[in-house]
């Protein structure tokens, strides 16, 4: 009798037990669509654009880099973004280098992506006399890159964009 019960009851268990494990395979995964950039860099920016006399800049933007992917994105993160920190930059070393607050905003359709800074108050520099006019280029950087650690010397696979005076 136990060799029924056996046949009859764990023989079909362990077969659909069996028949489930192998059903349930995994689908290969599909390897991430490659996404392939454009990137347009404006060459230059008006100095009274980027340095302001109000302290609230909170919603002003300025557009310097537009990157436009070849098929429509939902979230800049599913791109591998170039510019990671931006600087300040003074060619003539007179004034340390200074970071750049900015953002990634993506346009509501999805095709392209704008790097946007945040325009900086007059007043937060220094007491000298209009030391923000000693700044020459805007250096924009990827991950690798600090502002704080930049040599003049290493300033190659790095973007400049002139400050107009």
């Known amino acids: 009798m136990n060799v029924k019960l056996m046949l009859g009851i764990f023989l079909p268990l362990v077969i659909i037990i069996l028949s489930v ?4 395979k995994e689908p290969a995964e599909q390897p991430l669509p490659i996404i392939e950039l454009q990137i347009e860099t404006v060459n230059s920016i008006p100095s009274v654009s980027l340095f ?10 300025i557009i310097i880099q537009t990157v436009i992917p070849n098929k429509p994105i939902s979230s800049p993160q599913e791109v591998n973004l170039p510019v990671s920190r ?10 340390a280098m200074r970071d750049v607050d900015f953002e990634y905003a993506l346009t509501q359709q999805g095709t392209a992506i704008k790097l946007l800074i945040v325009p900086l108050p007059k007043s937060a ?9 000693y700044y020459d280029e805007i250096l924009l950087m990827g ?7 930049l040599e003049f010397s290493n300033l190659e696979n790095v973007t400049h964009i002139a400050i107009e005076k």
């Open 21 to 24: 494990l192998l059903i349930r």
């Open 52 to 61: 302001v006399d109000k302290t609230d800049v909170s919603y002003d933007r």
């Open 86 to 95: 931006i600087c300040l930059f003074d060619i003539d070393g007179l004034k």
């Open 125 to 133: 520099f220094d007491s000298e006399l209009q030391p923000y006019t």
């Open 143 to 149: 991950p690798e890159k600090s502002c704080r650690v």
